[in-house]
Structure formats: structure tokens, C-alpha cells
């Protein structure tokens, strides 16, 4: 996408506006790039008519060109859509809360179910039990014990002679009696939709009543994951979404499918075969990934919004009352620099031709340094950092060698800081913000 897109943005540059006329070849290339992505078509259809209405008429801002505000219309729109809707997963119910996985074989329901388990105990603080209805593959009950040992949840006994049903229902029995917060049920797949696999889990939902019904796609799936969400949508009310497979080389688009099609939000992201490898869905980052190009929009925005407005706000405050400047503010400063996302954070939202040129080596080693920094300001006592004139020859030793620095290093920190002291008296708090976004750009 990026060469030929650069290559529209300058012909249209100089417009002030996105008219019928610039934005036809844009769409063009934005269609392009969702069918590369493997977004199906009639979502794709949908999906840049959409953007075509937002777009038709909008001022261009600043310095943007048109196709640049395009972008950040396409970006912001995937975005939105994406991420619509509730993450995490909704415990409201009398307990157990039964969550029900569904999904095609193959897709990470188990391993899913796994990770889930462990995500609840260790952020939810919940006790949990899993337990597996597939009993058409032997060896999947079997992983599911092994997962679910390593999730340290508990796993509830079943065996490929039982029912599923009676399976779920002694389950539930069991989870009730033993007063456990969840109960994790794993289903079986099958290689592709058929009317007995449908049949058996809309059952398993009846008898169990779940409070989350999990749709587990594979976000490698592409094209066919329309029609996949389109049969659960219809069979079982679906409430979420988990998408697997994301570390995988595709670029994902069948989140954006799956979502249209089910109306239910993405809760998570599987991004590695491992039981810790589940994340809260980032609907912004996925939205990046699918255009497949750096956001030069989404990079000035991140550069301008990254500094945290409260957080400026309120250290001016305090410079003006004369309170001063301490080793925790500077030490916020260097938070913020990171907060902006990371220097190789911004680098992945550059094009490929720029971030090329920027090499690798230029980048992590201005963000070691700002972790060095950090390091070295966290190995001081609060009163050292509140009063850095007590720093003298011992504590900077202690400093040092606390931090795994040399004590020079120390020394250049204070330096910096020291300058940067200066600098906020002089201004008194006026201009600060400025001085800020400055720093952050
Ligand atoms: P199920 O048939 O739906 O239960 O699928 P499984 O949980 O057995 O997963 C199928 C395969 O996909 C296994 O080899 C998993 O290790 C792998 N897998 C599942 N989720 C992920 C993921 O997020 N990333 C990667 N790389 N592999 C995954
Ligand atoms: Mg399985």
C-alpha cells in the first residue's frame, strides 16, 4: 500500500478538502489493502462506504494533506469498530459463571480455555474449574488436564464414553458444591460447520446457561471467517470474541469480519502458543496492522497527545508555588517520553521506507538510555530524590552500584537534571506545557 498511497497523498496535496474527486483513487488503494488483508469483501463493501461518508467534506487540518486525513479517518473508523463494546469477561452471575467456548476445531479453544483460566486467577482472583466436552478426540481431554495444570486451575474429569451434556451438567453440579467463582467449559470442533456440532453446543448452552459464550476464531482464518461467525452468530447468542493467533504473519482481518458479522465485542487476543500468551484486545493496534501501513496521522497524534495533560498541569502548579523541581519530576518526565508509547513503539508506526532509515541500533539505544536513567533514579531514597544536594561521593557510590551504572553515569544524570532545574526556575511554571510537547517531540 504505502508506495502507491504516498504516491496519491502528493497528488492531492495542496487540497484543502476531501472531495468526490481526491478520495475515489484513495478508497481504491484503502479497498486494496482490506482484501489483502483478507477482510471479506461484503465487510469490506460496508466498511469503506462508511469511511466515504465520514470523509466526503471534512476539513483538512493544519499541515494534513487529504490523503494523511484519509488515513487517519480509516484508522480511527477500524479502530472504532473494533474496539466497540466491553473488554474482560463479565462475571455477573450467581456463582459459577459458566463460560462456553465455541469455535471450529483447530481455532485454540482449549488452549484458550487455559489461558483464560489462568487470566481470572491472577487478575480476577477467581477459583476456577475447567472441564472438556469434546469427547470425539481422546487426546483432547487429555490436553485440556495438561493446559489447565499449568493455567493452576482445577480440571474436572470427563471421558470420551460419556455425553457431553451429562459431562457439562456433572460439572456444574461439581463447581457448585465446591463453591468455585467459574466454570471454563472447552467443546469440541469440528473441520468445518456441521448441523450435529451445532445441535450438541446450542444444547451444552441451554443446560448451562453461560453467562459468556466465546466465539474462538483464528486470525489466520481470512476469508472464511465470515462465513464461520455467520453459523455460530446464528446457532448460539454469542457474547464475545477471542482472536487467536495473532502473533501468526497474517494481517488479521478477520477481526474486522467477525466483528461485523456477530455484533459481539473482541475481548482477547491469543498472541503465543503459551498459557500466558493472552492479551486484552488493543482494537488501535490491530487497526494499524490491517492497513498495513505506518499511520503517519496516528504518529502525530500520538507525538501531540502522548504528554499527559493532567500530569503537566500539575507539576506546573507546583513550580509556580515555588515548591521546586526534584528528582521525581524528572524522573516523571522520563515516564512520560515512555509513556508516548516507546521510541520503537512510534518506529512501528512509520513506514517502512522511513523506519529503515532510522536504524535499529539508533533507537534501543536511546530507549536503554531512558531506562538507565530511570534506573538509576529509582535506586535513590525518596529524600535523595527529594533533596538531591545530600548526593555526595558515598550515596552516589551506592547509587551506582545499585543501578549497575558507573558512577559517572550518576553524575551526568545530575548534570542533566540539574539543567533542566535551571531551566524551570527561569520559566516559573510559564510555558512549561510548551516545553513539554517540545520534549515530546
Ligand atoms: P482447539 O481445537 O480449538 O481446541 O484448538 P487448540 O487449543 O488445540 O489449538 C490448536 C493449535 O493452535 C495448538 O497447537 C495451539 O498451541 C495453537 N494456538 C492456540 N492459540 C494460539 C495463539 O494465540 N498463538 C499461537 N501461536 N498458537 C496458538
Ligand atoms: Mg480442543
Request: charge should be positive; avoid cysteine; aromatic fraction near 4%.
Amino acid at each position: 500500500l504505502t508506495e502507491k498511497f504516498s504516491r496519491l497523498v502528493k497528488q492531492v496535496s495542496g487540497q484543502a478538502r476531501i472531495t468526490e474527486s481526491n478520495v475515489q483513487d484513495m478508497l481504491r488503494e484503502v479497498r486494496m489493502a482490506l482484501l489483502e488483508a483478507d477482510v471479506a469483501l461484503p465487510v469490506v463493501r460496508d466498511f469503506v462506504a462508511r469511511v466515504k461518508e465520514k470523509a466526503l467534506g471534512q476539513e483538512v487540518l493544519g499541515s494534513l494533506k487529504p490523503g494523511q486525513a484519509l488515513v487517519g479517518i480509516v484508522n480511527r473508523e477500524l479502530a472504532a469498530t473494533m474496539g466497540e463494546g466491553v473488554a474482560d469477561i463479565n462475571l455477573v452471575a450467581q456463582p459459577p459463571a459458566v463460560i462456553l467456548m465455541a469455535g471450529l476445531q483447530g481455532a485454540g479453544k482449549t488452549t484458550t480455555t487455559a489461558k483464560l483460566a489462568k487470566h481470572l486467577i491472577e487478575k480476577r482472583k477467581k477459583k476456577v474449574l475447567t472441564v472438556s466436552g469434546d469427547v470425539y478426540r481422546p487426546a483432547a481431554i487429555e490436553q485440556l488436564k495438561t493446559v489447565t495444570r499449568q493455567a493452576g486451575a482445577e480440571w474436572f474429569p470427563s471421558t470420551p464414553d460419556q455425553k457431553p451434556l451429562d459431562i457439562a451438567r456433572a460439572a456444574l453440579d461439581h463447581a457448585k458444591r465446591h463453591f468455585f467463582d467459574v466454570l471454563l467449559v472447552d467443546t469440541a470442533g469440528r473441520l468445518a460447520i456441521d448441523e450435529v456440532l451445532m445441535a450438541e453446543i446450542q444444547q451444552l448452552h441451554a443446560a448451562l446457561n453461560p453467562v459468556e459464550t466465546l466465539f474462538v476464531v483464528d486470525a489466520m482464518q481470512g476469508q472464511d471467517a465470515v462465513n464461520t461467525a455467520k453459523a455460530f452468530k446464528d446457532a448460539l447468542p454469542l457474547t464475545g470474541i477471542v482472536l487467536t493467533k495473532t502473533d501468526g504473519d497474517s494481517r488479521g482481518g478477520a477481526a474486522l469480519s467477525v466483528r461485523q458479522v456477530t455484533g459481539v465485542p473482541i475481548k482477547f487476543a491469543g498472541v503465543s502458543e503459551k498459557i500466558d500468551g493472552l492479551e486484552v484486545f488493543d482494537a488501535e493496534r490491530h487497526a494499524g496492522r490491517i492497513l498495513g501501513m505506518g499511520d503517519i496521522v496516528a504518529l502525530v497524534e500520538q507525538v501531540t497527545a502522548g504528554v499527559d495533560v493532567a500530569a503537566a498541569q500539575k507539576l506546573a502548579a507546583k513550580v509556580k508555588s515555588g515548591a521546586g523541581f526534584d528528582l521525581n519530576d524528572f524522573l516523571g518526565q522520563l515516564q512520560q517520553m515512555k509513556q508516548m508509547g516507546g521510541l520503537s513503539s512510534i518506529m512501528d508506526k512509520l513506514p517502512a521506507q522511513m523506519a529503515a532509515k532510522a536504524t535499529e541500533a539508533d533507537m534501543s539505544r536511546a530507549e536503554r538510555d531512558i531506562r538507565r536513567k530511570e534506573g538509576i533514579i529509582n535506586s535513590m531514597t525518596p529524600l535523595e530524590r527529594r533533596k538531591p544536594e545530600l548526593l555526595k561521593a558515598t550515596r552516589k557510590r551506592r547509587i551506582a552500584a545499585g543501578a549497575g551504572v558507573q558512577v559517572q553515569e550518576v553524575n551526568r544524570l545530575l548534570n542533566e537534571f540539574e539543567q533542566m532545574q535551571q531551566m524551570m526556575k527561569k520559566m516559573k511554571g510559564g510555558g512549561l506545557m510548551k516545553m513539554m510537547k517540545r520534549m515530546g517531540g
